[in-house]
Structure formats: C-alpha cells, structure tokens
C-alpha cells in the first residue's frame, strides 16, 4: 500500500544571500557594452569557484544550509531558534516568496501564510477589498469568500475601518486583519512567523485559539515563534534551527528543553557593578537557579523543583544580627509575580561565616509558562518595612519558564491564565 504524500516535504533546501554595497548598474550605453562583453566571463568563474562555500568570502552569507524534513497533513510543527538562525527565510521559501539557492520544496495544499505585517495586502484597497483580494489569491470563489466574510471582520474587530485603505492601518490593525483572513479563508497550510507579536496580549491569545483549532480541524500548521511555551502548547512536534541548519528536530519538549539548555550562555555576572542600596554589611555577590542536585539551570518547567541560590560576603554583620534574605520574581514587563523573604517562613539568618550561600527550594515552582527577571534583597533586625536595609541590587536574574504538568493532569495550557499557579483542594457540600 503506497504512503500518503506528505503536506510539506524539503530536500537539501539552501538560502545564499549577498552582503554589502551592490555592483552599480551601468546608465549608459558606453558602460553597459564592457559590462555585457565581460559577463561569460563573469558566470565561468562563477561556475569555477562560486558553489564553494570557502570560496563565498566575507559579502556572503547562507541563510540556510541543507535543510531537509517532511511534515504530514494535519500536523502541526513549530520552527525554533535564534535571531538569525534563518526561520523567517524557511517560511518564504515555503511561502514562495523567495526561491531557493539550491534544494527544493514540494506542498501539497492550498497555503495561507502570515509573515510580515502587510504581507499579501494593497495598501490603496479598502480592508473589504483586500479580503476578497486574498481570498482569490488561495485559489477561493467568491461565493466561498461571502460566506466566511462576517467572521472574518468580527475576528479581526475593525469594522469601524473595513472601507478605508489598508495604508492608514496600525501595525496591529494590519495584522488582526491579515491574521483573520489567513486563518478563516480555510487553507489546507497554515503558515505564521512572529508577525503576531505585533498585536496586543489579547489578540495574540485569540490568535492561538484559533491556530489550535486549525490544528485540530486536520490543517498543517508551521508555527514559527520566540513564545516557546505557545510552541510547546499547539505543536507536537518541533524544529531547532541554528546558523541555517537543522540542529534538532522531534518532540516539542525534548527540543524545547534542547534550545534552552544550550542556547543560553552565562555571560557576565549581571551583580558586578551595578548599583545598590543598603549599609553593605553584607553583599550578594552571585545569584542562580538549580535543580535539587545542584546543577544549574538555563530554564526551568511549571511544577518542578528549583533552588534559588543566592551567593554572599559578609563585610560586618554581627552574631546576633537577624537577616532576612528574599528573591522577587517579575514578569519581563516589570510587574512583580511574588516576594518570597525567609521571615515569611519564620526564618531568621545569624553567626553568618564570611563567605556562603543563601538557598531557597521551591517544591513545585508555582510559575506559569514566560519569561520572568529574579531580583533579590536582603535586611536585618526586622521585616521587609522595619528592617534595616543591608543589600538591594538593582540587577536582575532572567530565566525563562516552560510548560510543565504542575497538577499532575496533563493540562499544560496554563499560561493564559495568569503568571502564577496556585493548588488548593475542591470539595462540594449539600446547601
């Protein structure tokens, strides 16, 4: 029995752009005709020396290299990376934007594709217009088009604007009207690069609603984003790109965890000189998070271990001083999530030696899947308000959280819910 054609299959794809100031084009007809004699001569060496990646010298770069994967029908994959890794170059091949240097790339399907904001609009057509524009783009009969066309506007929320140009649209007016029509005109490919960080936390919400849904209705999906907890949440399966080339590819986690754990390098200690308040008794000189083994981590999961380590120097402290140590956890945006200072748990440090660390284990990080900061504090002979402050660097800690089964239920979509988790007990009673 013959198997299926996959939705997408890629063979050896490779991108090779070219830096730097271009050859100017001759304006005349005297510099164009040295120009023509010299061009076989030109494409001879090219041919010669050009396929050699040693020889493509310092103007020239690949954006992919060798690239080679198959995604079935009904799958939903999510592409990951970094800035640069060349995501955004696989979709618009993919898209047929751009062609390749070298490979191919077949799709069987009808493609809608979400790239950058404008991508596929007219900027002198009216919101209405461009609907139909696109729609007939996929390969869609009007009559087809009529009939998801009230969806398409309440989904986008700019009916107030639906006859007005496209060119006095907002970034994000533009994508939640190019989002709605690529996601309701019903292609059999759904293709979305980070465009939708573009729009507010609420439509970007709306957005992943809707590309679950498509996932589910049995439509490919490639879902390219920096939001790993959304790729971990819609995408079985997952792809890691690194300089134009595929590094890993398989289970949404397993890769996630992969680009995490290698991706983020140390770097410079980010409590060195930065600025501080309190009367340096005592000084962190070192903050981490590790596992209960104590190797260090790059991220961590919901639910999950983690010990919060915090390195110290006493300059003074006395015997019998009381320190409170505390970490606070803060969303990426500045606003806090939790303190967390050890008199909360009646925890008093004295006769501290004169180097050491503090460590705080969190039994099962009540955080949900984001990117947060860790910042730290420490005071003496009282409490957060009467305590004398010792040591408050404004430096912070970044560490990144993924999905994690934090009730033990399988339900990993918890994001959208809040930065933090709480358990509790539910129980039901006669009124």
């Given at each position: 029995?013959?198997m299926?054609e996959?939705?997408?299959?890629?063979?050896?794809?490779s991108k090779r752009?070219?830096?730097g100031?271009a050859?100017?084009r001759?304006t005349?007809?005297?510099?164009a005709i040295?120009?023509?004699l010299?061009?076989?001569?030109?494409?001879l060496?090219?041919?010669?020396?050009?396929?050699a990646?040693?020889?493509?010298?310092?103007?020239?770069?690949?954006?992919?290299?060798?690239?080679?994967?198959?995604?079935?029908?009904?799958e939903?994959?999510?592409?990951?990376?970094?800035?640069?890794?060349g995501k955004?170059t696989l979709?618009?091949?993919?898209?047929?934007i751009t062609k390749?240097t070298?490979?191919?790339?077949?799709i069987?399907?009808?493609?809608?594709?979400?790239?950058e904001v404008g991508?596929?609009?007219h900027?002198?057509?009216?919101g209405r217009?461009?609907?139909?524009?696109?729609?007939a783009?996929?390969?869609?009969?009007?009559a087809?088009?009529?009939?998801?066309?009230?969806?398409?506007?309440?989904?986008?929320?700019?009916?107030k604007?639906?006859?007005?140009?496209?060119?006095?649209?907002s970034?994000?007016?533009?994508?939640?009207?190019?989002?709605?029509?690529?996601?309701?005109?019903?292609?059999?490919?759904l293709?979305?690069?980070?465009?939708?960080?573009v729009?507010d936390?609420?439509?970007?919400?709306k957005?992943?609603?809707?590309m679950?849904?498509?996932?589910?209705q049995?439509?490919?999906?490639?879902?390219?984003s920096?939001?790993?907890s959304?790729?971990?949440?819609?995408?079985?399966r997952?792809?890691?790109?690194?300089?134009g080339?595929?590094v890993?590819?398989?289970?949404?986690r397993?890769?996630?965890?992969?680009?995490?754990s290698?991706?983020?390098?140390s770097?410079?200690?980010?409590?060195?000189?930065?600025?501080r308040?309190?009367n340096?008794?005592l000084?962190?000189?070192?903050?981490?998070?590790?596992?209960?083994?104590g190797q260090e981590?790059?991220?961590?999961?919901?639910?999950?271990p983690?010990v919060v380590?915090l390195?110290?120097?006493?300059n003074?402290c006395?015997?019998t001083?009381?320190?409170?140590?505390?970490?606070?956890?803060?969303t990426?945006?500045?606003?806090?999530?939790?303190?967390?200072?050890?008199?909360?748990?009646?925890?008093?440090?004295?006769?501290?030696?004169?180097?050491g660390?503090?460590k705080?284990?969190?039994?099962?990080l009540?955080l949900?899947?984001?990117?947060y900061?860790?910042?730290?504090r420490?005071?003496?002979?009282?409490?957060?308000?009467?305590g004398?402050?010792?040591?408050?660097?404004?430096?912070?800690?970044?560490?990144?959280?993924?999905?994690g089964?934090?009730?033990g239920?399988?339900?990993?979509?918890?994001?959208?819910?809040?930065?933090?988790?709480?358990?509790?007990q539910?129980?039901i009673?006669?009124?």
């Amino acid at each position: 029995m013959a198997m299926p054609e996959p939705a997408i299959r890629a063979a050896g794809l490779s991108k090779r752009y070219r830096i730097g100031a271009a050859r100017q084009r001759p304006t005349t007809l005297r510099d164009a005709i040295p120009s023509l004699l010299a061009a076989p001569a030109r494409r001879l060496v090219g041919m010669l020396h050009g396929r050699a990646r040693a020889a493509d010298g310092p103007r020239t770069i690949w954006a992919l290299e060798d690239v080679s994967f198959e995604v079935g029908h009904g799958e939903a994959v999510g592409i990951i990376g970094r800035n640069g890794a060349g995501k955004s170059t696989l979709l618009k091949i993919l898209s047929r934007i751009t062609k390749p240097t070298s490979g191919w790339a077949e799709i069987h399907g009808r493609v809608g594709s979400l790239l950058e904001v404008g991508t596929g609009f007219h900027p002198e057509l009216t919101g209405r217009e461009n609907v139909y524009l696109n729609g007939a783009i996929l390969g869609m009969r009007r009559a087809e088009i009529d009939r998801r066309f009230d969806e398409i506007v309440a989904f986008a929320e700019i009916e107030k604007f639906l006859d007005t140009p496209v060119k006095h649209y907002s970034s994000g007016m533009y994508v939640r009207l190019a989002f709605a029509v690529a996601a309701h005109l019903e292609p059999e490919i759904l293709i979305v690069d980070e465009v939708l960080a573009v729009g507010d936390a609420a439509f970007q919400k709306k957005c992943l609603g809707k590309m679950g849904e498509a996932g589910k209705q049995g439509r490919t999906v490639i879902f390219v984003s920096h939001n790993l907890s959304a790729v971990e949440t819609l995408c079985p399966r997952a792809i890691l790109l690194d300089a134009g080339r595929i590094v890993g590819s398989g289970e949404s986690r397993e890769v996630v965890a992969s680009y995490l754990s290698a991706g983020v390098e140390s770097g410079i200690n980010p409590l060195l000189n930065c600025e501080r308040s309190g009367n340096g008794k005592l000084r962190i000189t070192e903050f981490s998070m590790e596992d209960p083994a104590g190797q260090e981590l790059r991220f961590a999961r919901s639910g999950e271990p983690v010990v919060v380590k915090l390195k110290f120097e006493n300059n003074g402290c006395a015997a019998t001083d009381r320190i409170s140590c505390s970490f606070s956890v803060h969303t990426d945006r500045g606003a806090a999530v939790f303190h967390y200072y050890s008199h909360f748990s009646g925890v008093y440090f004295t006769g501290l030696p004169k180097t050491g660390y503090f460590k705080s284990l969190l039994a099962d990080l009540p955080l949900a899947p984001g990117n947060y900061v860790v910042m730290c504090r420490v005071v003496m002979n009282g409490d957060q308000t009467t305590g004398e402050e010792v040591d408050f660097p404004t430096a912070q800690l970044p560490i990144s959280v993924v999905g994690g089964d934090f009730y033990g239920t399988g339900n990993r979509q918890l994001s959208q819910w809040g930065p933090v988790l709480i358990k509790g007990q539910w129980t039901i009673a006669r009124a």
